[in-house]
C-alpha cells in the first residue's frame, strides 16, 4: 500500500517528462556554464516552434487513428509557395501567406479524398502523397533555391521580440492552445478521439468516421502550411527541411502520449516532449559538439515512446481481464457506446493499425 502511494505521490506515469527535463537542466547547468544563460532559454524556445507547431498538426490526425506523413512536405511546398509569389508575382505579404496555407489545407483535403474516399491506407496514402510534393517541388523550382524577399517585414513576423523570446514562440504557443481547447473541449475533439479509440464502435454509433477523418486532415495540411510560412520567414528558403522535421515531430507526439494524459495523443504532452529532447539534445551538443545527437535523440524517443504505449495496453488489458461482450436483444453482441472514456485507451493502437 506505502509503495503504490508514493508511487501516486510522484506521479511518475504522468509527469517524467518533467523529471527528465528537470535532471537534464541541473545536469547540464553544472556540467558546462554555456547552458544555463538567457540565450540558451530563447534558443531552444524559439528553435523549436517550427518543429512544435508542425507536431501539432500531425497530433490532430493521429487522435484520429490516421497518419499523415505527408506534414513536412507540405510545409516544405507552402514554404516555398510563399516566398515564389512574394519574389515572383509580386504579391503582397498577407495575401501570399494566406495562399500558402490554403495550399496546405488543399493538400490535406487530398489526403482526406485518397484515404476516406479510395479507402487507401492513411499511412500509404500520405507517404505517397510526400513523395509527389518532393517531386513537385523540384519541377516547380528547378531544384533550385529562391531568393528570399526583400519586405523586411517578411522576418519581422517572426523575429519581433516579446519579452525577450522571438514572437514565433507566441504563435506556437496560441496554436496549441487552439488545438488543445478544440481536442478537449469541443464535440469535434471528442468525436476525433472516439474514432481513434474505436473505429467501429464509433461508426455503429452514429458518428460521421469519414467525415471526420477528412477534417482531421485538413486541419493537420493546414496547420502544416502554418508551419512552412513561419519556417520562411525565420530561416529563409529551403528546399529540404521538411522532411528532416517530421521525426522530430513524431518523436514528440508519441513521446507526448505517454506524459499527463498516458495513454491519449494530447497537446501539452507533446509540448513537453518538444522541449524535454531539445533540452538534451542542446546540452549534450555543447558538451560534446557532435551533430548527429538530433537524429538520435528524436529516433530513440520515438521507439522508446511506441514501446511504452504497447506494454502499458498490455498491462491494462491484463489487469481488467478478458472484457464481457454485452447481448443485445437478439443474442449478438454489441460494441460499446464510444463515450469519453473510450477515447483515453492507449494510442499504439493507432501506431500500430492507422485506420482509414
Given at each position: 500500500m506505502?509503495r503504490?502511494?508514493?508511487?501516486?505521490?510522484?506521479?511518475?506515469?504522468?509527469?517524467?517528462?518533467?523529471?527528465l527535463?528537470?535532471?537534464?537542466?541541473?545536469?547540464?547547468?553544472?556540467?558546462?556554464?554555456?547552458?544555463?544563460?538567457?540565450?540558451?532559454?530563447?534558443?531552444?524556445?524559439?528553435?523549436?516552434?517550427?518543429?512544435?507547431?508542425?507536431?501539432?498538426?500531425?497530433?490532430?490526425?493521429?487522435?484520429?487513428?490516421?497518419?499523415?506523413?505527408?506534414?513536412?512536405?507540405?510545409?516544405?511546398?507552402?514554404?516555398?509557395?510563399?516566398?515564389?509569389?512574394?519574389?515572383v508575382?509580386?504579391?503582397?505579404?498577407p495575401?501570399?501567406?494566406?495562399?500558402?496555407?490554403?495550399?496546405?489545407?488543399?493538400?490535406?483535403?487530398?489526403?482526406?479524398?485518397?484515404?476516406?474516399?479510395?479507402?487507401?491506407?492513411?499511412?500509404?496514402?500520405?507517404?505517397?502523397?510526400?513523395?509527389?510534393?518532393?517531386?513537385?517541388?523540384?519541377?516547380?523550382?528547378?531544384?533550385?533555391?529562391?531568393?528570399?524577399?526583400a519586405?523586411?517585414?517578411?522576418?519581422?513576423?517572426?523575429?519581433?521580440?516579446?519579452?525577450?523570446?522571438?514572437?514565433?514562440?507566441?504563435?506556437?504557443?496560441?496554436?496549441?492552445?487552439?488545438?488543445?481547447?478544440?481536442?478537449?473541449?469541443?464535440?469535434?475533439?471528442?468525436?476525433?478521439?472516439?474514432?481513434?479509440?474505436n473505429?467501429?464502435?464509433?461508426?455503429?454509433?452514429?458518428?460521421?468516421?469519414?467525415?471526420?477523418?477528412w477534417?482531421?486532415?485538413?486541419?493537420?495540411?493546414?496547420?502544416?502550411?502554418?508551419?512552412?510560412?513561419?519556417?520562411?520567414?525565420?530561416?529563409?528558403?529551403?528546399?529540404?527541411?521538411?522532411?528532416?522535421?517530421?521525426?522530430?515531430?513524431?518523436?514528440?507526439?508519441?513521446?507526448?502520449?505517454?506524459?499527463?494524459?498516458?495513454?491519449?495523443?494530447?497537446?501539452?504532452?507533446?509540448?513537453?516532449?518538444?522541449?524535454?529532447?531539445?533540452?538534451?539534445?542542446?546540452?549534450?551538443?555543447?558538451?560534446?559538439?557532435?551533430q548527429?545527437?538530433?537524429?538520435?535523440?528524436?529516433?530513440?524517443?520515438?521507439?522508446?515512446?511506441?514501446?511504452?504505449?504497447?506494454?502499458?495496453?498490455?498491462?491494462?488489458?491484463?489487469?481488467?481481464?478478458?472484457?464481457?461482450?454485452?447481448?443485445?436483444?437478439?443474442?449478438?453482441?454489441?460494441?460499446?457506446?464510444?463515450?469519453?472514456?473510450?477515447?483515453?485507451?492507449?494510442?499504439?493502437?493507432?501506431?500500430?493499425?492507422?485506420?482509414?
Amino acid at each position: 500500500m506505502d509503495r503504490t502511494r508514493f508511487r501516486i505521490r510522484l506521479g511518475l506515469d504522468r509527469f517524467s517528462g518533467l523529471y527528465l527535463w528537470a535532471v537534464f537542466i541541473i545536469m547540464f547547468t553544472i556540467w558546462t556554464p554555456l547552458f544555463f544563460t538567457t540565450s540558451t532559454l530563447h534558443s531552444i524556445a524559439s528553435g523549436q516552434a517550427v518543429a512544435g507547431i508542425l507536431t501539432i498538426g500531425l497530433l490532430i490526425p493521429l487522435v484520429a487513428g490516421v497518419f499523415d506523413l505527408s506534414v513536412g512536405a507540405t510545409a516544405n511546398v507552402s514554404a516555398i509557395a510563399a516566398i515564389q509569389l512574394q519574389s515572383v508575382h509580386h504579391v503582397s505579404i498577407p495575401l501570399a501567406i494566406v495562399l500558402a496555407v490554403g495550399l496546405g489545407a488543399v493538400i490535406g483535403a487530398v489526403n482526406g479524398f485518397l484515404v476516406v474516399v479510395f479507402k487507401i491506407n492513411s499511412f500509404i496514402a500520405t507517404l505517397a502523397m510526400g513523395s509527389v510534393l518532393a517531386a513537385v517541388l523540384t519541377i516547380f523550382t528547378n531544384n533550385e533555391q529562391p531568393s528570399p524577399p526583400a519586405s523586411p517585414t517578411w522576418t519581422k513576423l517572426t523575429e519581433f521580440q516579446v519579452g525577450g523570446f522571438q514572437i514565433i514562440f507566441v504563435y506556437f504557443l496560441v496554436i496549441a492552445i487552439i488545438a488543445w481547447w478544440a481536442l478537449e473541449h469541443t464535440p469535434a475533439g471528442r468525436y476525433l478521439h472516439v474514432i481513434g479509440s474505436n473505429n467501429e464502435a464509433a461508426r455503429l454509433s452514429g458518428v460521421r468516421v469519414g467525415k471526420w477523418v477528412w477534417i482531421s486532415l485538413i486541419s493537420s495540411g493546414t496547420i502544416a502550411g502554418i508551419a512552412g510560412v513561419a519556417f520562411a520567414s525565420l530561416l529563409g528558403p529551403s528546399l529540404t527541411f521538411g522532411p528532416s522535421l517530421l521525426l522530430p515531430a513524431f518523436a514528440a507526439a508519441f513521446l507526448g502520449s505517454t506524459q499527463l494524459q498516458p495513454g491519449r495523443f494530447n497537446v501539452w504532452g507533446s509540448v513537453i516532449a518538444i522541449y524535454v529532447l531539445a533540452t538534451g539534445i542542446q546540452g549534450f551538443q555543447f558538451v560534446t559538439g557532435v551533430q548527429w545527437l538530433s537524429d538520435m535523440f528524436n529516433g530513440v524517443a520515438l521507439i522508446a515512446a511506441v514501446a511504452f504505449a504497447g506494454w502499458r495496453q498490455r498491462a491494462t488489458a491484463n489487469r481488467r481481464g478478458p472484457r464481457r461482450p454485452s447481448a443485445t436483444a437478439d443474442g449478438d453482441t454489441a460494441d460499446p457506446p464510444p463515450d469519453a472514456s473510450a477515447a483515453a485507451e492507449s494510442p499504439s493502437r493507432a501506431a500500430l493499425s492507422p485506420s482509414e
